[in-house]
């Protein structure tokens, strides 16, 4: 059957009895309703109409911040208003800036924070939360989407101590780190990478890691995540993992005092 020609509602309330869309929407949706946010790394099919957790159609405005120009991805970028999360919504700023140095942009500039499938691909995930952190006004969101280590090409490896990564922060950790690379590329189950790799298409990627961004440098579940995040100074207010192997989290700055 062609999703196309099925109603929207339908689809949503299939997706979510079969544990494959957020199942409790609303609070997510109102920490974007009619607001202005940044994402990092969008956009993402997650937020969009038909993904697991849509948000693009709810909010005022998205700004995006990528990482380099050209990416490993395979796109380019420029540093300009650019950026269009959905086509009902006005264009937002493309700002180039790693997502640890977010340079430029004024402590709470935004009322929410996007990210999506992008904490695990830095080397220093408490720098980065910390600054996303800073850019978000008090009392605003942080919405994050993980892979669950558990179900992905990660299984093999361990999940990460918060510890480790408050280390990291403490170090300065920066993404040119290769600490996790020789682990990756000895336990990376291939036979569950999202599309169809050899051992030395995924050893050429990792060891260019700085370029690609390809490196997960660490595993996540549901109990790291929240605990990296309230290390931090957030409020985690919800946790779910969406099939097959997602997790999406809402953390809020708490409210100035």
Same mark, same amino acid.
């Given at each position: =059957?062609?999703?196309?020609?099925?109603?929207?509602?339908?689809?949503?309330?299939?997706? =979510?009895?079969?544990?494959l869309r957020v199942g409790s929407p609303?609070?997510?949706?109102?920490?974007?309703?009619d607001k202005v946010g940044l994402e990092?790394?969008?956009?993402?099919?997650?937020?969009?109409?038909?993904?697991?957790?849509?948000?693009?159609?709810?909010?005022?405005?998205?700004d995006n911040c990528v990482y380099a120009?050209?990416?490993?991805?395979?796109?380019?970028?420029?540093?300009?208003?650019?950026?269009?999360?959905?086509?009902?919504?006005?264009?937002?700023?493309?700002?180039?800036?790693?997502?640890?140095?977010?340079?430029?942009?004024?402590?709470?500039?935004?009322?929410?924070?996007?990210?999506?499938?992008?904490?695990?691909?830095?080397?220093?995930?408490?720098?980065?939360?910390?600054?996303?952190?800073?850019?978000?006004?008090?009392?605003?969101?942080?919405?994050?989407?993980?892979?669950?280590?558990?179900?992905?090409?990660?299984? !093999?490896?361990?999940?990460?101590?918060?510890?480790? =990564? @408050?280390?990291?922060?403490? !170090?300065?950790?920066?993404?040119?780190?290769?600490?996790?690379?020789?682990?990756?590329?000895?336990?990376?189950?291939?036979? @569950?990478?999202?599309?169809?790799?050899?051992?030395?298409?995924?050893?050429?990627?990792?060891?260019?890691?700085?370029?690609?961004?390809?490196?997960?440098?660490?595993?996540?579940?549901?109990?790291?995540?929240?605990?990296?995040?309230?290390?931090?100074?957030?409020?985690?207010?919800?946790?779910?993992?969406?099939?097959?192997?997602? =997790?999406?989290?809402?953390?809020?700055?708490?409210?100035?005092?």
């Amino acid at each position: =059957m062609n999703i196309d020609y099925v109603p929207a509602q339908i689809v949503r309330a299939a997706r =979510m009895l079969l544990g494959l869309r957020v199942g409790s929407p609303g609070p997510f949706r109102e920490a974007v309703r009619d607001k202005v946010g940044l994402e990092i790394g969008g956009p993402s099919s997650a937020f969009s109409d038909r993904g697991i957790l849509p948000l693009y159609n709810y909010v005022a405005r998205v700004d995006n911040c990528v990482y380099a120009h050209q990416t490993g991805w395979g796109s380019h970028h420029e540093e300009s208003w650019t950026f269009r999360c959905h086509e009902a919504k006005p264009v937002g700023f493309q700002f180039i800036r790693e997502a640890t140095l977010l340079s430029g942009i004024a402590d709470s500039s935004y009322d929410f924070v996007l990210s999506c499938h992008c904490l695990e691909h830095i080397a220093n995930p408490a720098k980065a939360v910390r600054e996303w952190s800073r850019v978000v006004r008090p009392g605003g969101a942080l919405i994050i989407v993980l892979p669950h280590g558990k179900y992905t090409f990660d299984r !093999r490896r361990q999940v990460t101590p918060v510890s480790h =990564m @408050l280390e990291d922060y403490e !170090r300065g950790t920066g993404e040119d780190d290769e600490t996790h690379l020789p682990e990756i590329l000895e336990l990376h189950d291939l036979a @569950l990478h999202p599309e169809p790799i050899n051992h030395e298409q995924l050893r050429v990627g990792i060891l260019d890691n700085f370029r690609f961004r390809y490196a997960h440098h660490h595993v996540f579940d549901e109990g790291n995540s929240c605990g990296l995040l309230e290390a931090c100074g957030l409020c985690v207010g919800s946790v779910q993992v969406i099939r097959p192997h997602h =997790m999406v989290l809402l953390a809020n700055k708490p409210a100035a005092s």
